[in-house]
């Protein structure tokens, strides 16, 4: 306690040599304290991220697997695909109905791995409903006349028509990635649920603006195609449970911006069970995609592993697509920010401890007849060290308090100054490949938790990544005290050195 | 050795080793002194008085040699040479060594503040000594570098007094005051070993001191002679 008191007035009474010290540890120390802020927010930011981004992926079949077969199929001649199509049996006909989809076994054996957390199988297709018409797919077929007025390009494609409309299946409808970014809202009745799927429940949801045209509600019925069947049983009747609204639309309708007559065709897709959508398209066993959401990006390597593994002997068919570019993109500023910070923070730690070291050098140096008049009345050199420790830890004190102070005025600005300036994106996706406007079918970079090709959901979030939000926390407080120890530790080497190795005699004779 | 000697000193040598060589400061140097004496050791500049007094006040170690204080080795590995210079001997130095960032009453309060004295008694004593010596009022809260040099040389005296040592050491206490001042402070010595019975021990190059010395050595080339009235 003595000590104490002896080295607390010491370090009033060394006011002025201990002031140039705190300036100089201060600057430092601000620095470091900016630096460690903007590395526990780039750090806390990204963990954020880790919890919504990163940690998608889906299992499909590959684009280059895609652009190969229709390569193939581009070479050959109409009447070669004619005659290739009337020789082909039952089991040929589904294979190569199925050629584009995933066996469901595959997506279900791939669910058990340890890192998935939630997953769900989806089938996309268009389904010829009767006595429904679809409006975009007539503007379109209607486009396609020519300027006299033939007929000629105004009749169905291939095997869609005025009556074909895009149905999106999975196991439970409030997971549909379109109702999950917000895209669409369901404003009457309810979603079809996991039951209804495994008991291929003939239930759907339709579009609002639809449902309105055609006066549906909620119980009615419609009545929808099986692909490629013909007479009595080639129809299911599918029961209205649930009605929605296209949100994103109505957003961008409201800015101007966009057509909506255009882009957002009113009441063309529609909802139901995996199980129902894929006996619609007749194809029993297989899914467009498996769709997975896992802990965090770090596990996106173990998961390709085990994909692999599993899809080992398929050619290379299956692609495991993740949305990891999207977290790099959201996150590879803030970790790069991250990155300059901790090279800042080493610097100037290392600079606080160049400081102190040469500080006290000089203030030992410059007091050494002190210490000598010290041990010479009868110090201990303990007596002596925890006086000298006590000046140490107040210069560092008082200097690590005002850093702090300092920091939350200038920790935001080191944070913007830290981050590299990027361009502001806006996650513009790719048009569908192969289909008609308002029948999107996937294809490309795009992963079905993004959901309609309306949504601005990944945009958004990588908006929210420009900013680093350095906020004052507790941790940053903690370390701080660590700061304060390991420089006044550093601090101390000196004056400790030199204590036990003064010998009084040498410098109380001295002038 | 009588009943009131304090200080027994005998065949101590002290060697530096320098660039050039070994450097024998103090040369199987032996003495006594009393409780109520003073005693001096005069001698040229380098002559090695100011090592025999280290050496005596432990802040040199001999290489040889036996040194006993109040019947206690001081050479012993055994013996707490912290606390002997804490509370049996008292140091003054030539250039005063008085802490400047304390106050004159700080100083004095020093060594008592290590020994362990409580604050309340640090502040009497203290106060006490410095009145005594001739430094009181407004002097009690001035530094070193406000005070004159005879001053200073007071607090430093007041200051080896403070644990109230049987031994006080003083290293060329007049060697940097002029004659009047140095007379002062001759006094204050004297008068500590002749009235209050302390054993002082002063080397200096003056010779002038030996009027007020009951015991006198001569020193030259780490020799040391008594020198006989």
Known sequence: MRSFQRGFRSFRRNYVRNLIVMVLLFVCLTFSMSMLAVKLAADNQVETIKQTVGNYGEIKVGSDYQMKQFQEERQKSAAERQAEARSMTAEEEFANSVAGLVPEKLSDKFSKDEYIRTYDKVLETGVTVNGLTNTSLQQLFQLRRNPEGDEDGGGPMGNLNQNSFFFAGNTNGASASDFTTGAKKLVEGKHFTYEDYKNENPVVIIEKNLATDNELGIGDTVEAQIAGATGADSYVELKIIGIYETVEAEQQSQSGSIDTAEFNPAGNKFYAPLSVVQELNATQGYVELGSYYFDSVDDTAALKATFKKETAGTGGKYEFATDRSDYQAIADPLLKARNTSVIGLAGALGACALIILLAMIIIVSGRTRELGILKAIGSTDRQVISQFAVEVICVCLVAIILAMGATAVVGQSMGNWLLPKTKTTTSQQSEPQGGPPGMRMRGGDNLYKEGSRFSVNASSQKQQAQKLNVVYRGSLFLYGILILVGISLVGMAIPVFWIIRLRPARVLSME | ?229
């Open chain 2, 1 to 229: 050795m009588t009943e009131r000697d304090i200080l027994s000193v005998k065949d101590v040598s002290k060697t530096f080793r320098v660039k050039a060589g070994d450097v024998t400061a103090v040369s199987a140097a032996s003495l006594t002194a009393s409780k109520g004496e003073v005693t001096t050791i005069v001698g040229p500049s380098g002559s090695g008085k100011t090592t025999l007094l280290y050496v005596i006040g432990s802040l040199e170690k001999p290489e040889s040699g036996e040194i006993k204080v109040s019947g206690q080795d001081i050479l012993d590995q055994a013996t707490d040479l912290v606390r002997y210079r804490r509370e049996d001997v008292g140091f003054v130095f030539q250039f005063f060594n008085l802490v400047p960032t304390l106050t004159a009453l700080e100083n004095v309060m020093l060594p008592m503040d290590l020994a362990g004295v409580p604050v309340e008694e640090q502040r009497r004593r203290a106060s006490e000594l410095l009145e005594n010596m001739g430094v009181g009022g407004r002097l009690l809260k001035a530094r070193p570098n406000k005070m004159s040099g005879g001053e200073n040389q007071r607090v430093a005296i007041a200051r080896a007094l403070a644990n109230d040592p049987d031994m006080i050491l003083a290293d060329e206490p007049t060697g940097n005051l002029d004659t009047a001042t140095g007379q002062t402070v001759i006094d204050i010595l004297s008068r500590l070993a002749h009235e209050n019975g302390k054993c002082v021990l002063m080397v200096t190059h003056d010779e002038s001191i030996l009027d007020v010395s009951d015991q006198s050595f001569h020193m030259s080339d780490g020799r040391l002679s008594e020198i006989h009235a």
